[in-house]
């Protein structure tokens, strides 16, 4: 055979077969979206955050930046609070300690003011536990169990 005629023997004969069907009994569309991912979740972008990056000018890689949609970041001096009384712990535990050694009277006023007024939310543990201690003292005269019998 001559070169003209492979050449054309090539041609013909390459255009008549198509390629094989890809290997499978269903390949898919090919505008049909991709399966979703399976397993750990995926990670996902904030709302508000459009896919493309920001522009050059107003993109500073360090620190907070502000995201579209939400309050931008507090600055300034913090707040500060007030120190607790009595030596820092507060009014509610110094009454809880003072009550073992003063019969469990101060446990039943800080009771009442945990009931009758506003507290520091600092300070409101140890008035709840002055509170449960008046409760269970009340529970053990109530039931006498403070007896000492010779």
Known sequence: MSEEKKESYQQHHVHDHPSPPPYGT???VANHPPPPAM?????????????AP?????YYAHGYQAVPGYAAVATGRPVREQRLPCCGI???WFL?????????IPWYV??????????????????????????????????????IDN
């Open 96 to 104: 809880f300690i003072i009550g073992f050694f003063l019969a469990g």
């Open 39 to 51: 397993g750990f979740p995926q990670p996902v972008p904030p709302p508000g955050v459009s896919g």
């Open 54 to 58: 920001p522009p050059q000018s107003h």
């Open 110 to 147: 800080a009771a009442l003011l945990l009931i009758c007024s506003r507290v520091d939310p600092r300070e409101k543990p140890g008035y709840v536990a002055c509170t449960i201690a008046a409760v269970m003292a009340a529970f053990a005269v109530v039931f006498g169990l403070t007896r």
């Open 26 to 28: 269903f390949q898919g």
């Open 90 to 92: 507060g009014l509610g």
